[in-house]
């Protein structure tokens, strides 16, 4: 596994109409009751490079806006990581955000390079 990414073991039934807080509340509260760190990427799953304009999906897996745009539109209507249909639902992706902003990150390379 790319040491950019982590998985994001999610309960895929679990988030049918949940907002992108609701989402990433869950995935943090799951990941709190395993480790104290958080669990989330460092890089798109998609290009897997640093992120660039980030979006989390309804299953919690995160892309750069531009890569899971193009391949809704182009290849598929499912996640690439899990294969849950995405709706055309693409959330801001609020504790990321967060979380970069905690690191002192200035930019989406810079939280990557801390990762490594």
């Known amino acids: 596994m790319n040491k ?30 395993t480790s104290n760190t958080e669990n989330f990427p460092y890089a798109c799953h998609i290009c897997r490079k640093p992120f660039a304009d980030p979006v989390v999906t309804i299953c919690g897996h995160y892309f750069c806006e531009v890569c899971i745009t193009k391949k809704f539109q182009q290849v598929s209507p499912s996640c690439p990581v899990c294969k849950k249909d995405l709706q055309g639902i693409f959330n801001y992706p609020v504790r990321l955000y967060a979380k970069r902003k905690r690191m002192g990150c200035k930019d989406w390379e810079d939280f990557a390079k801390r990762k490594m």
């Open 4 to 33: 950019f990414l982590m998985s994001m073991g999610t309960d895929e039934d679990d988030h049918d109409n949940s907002t992108s807080s609701d989402i990433e509340n869950d995935l943090d509260n799951d990941s709190e009751s």
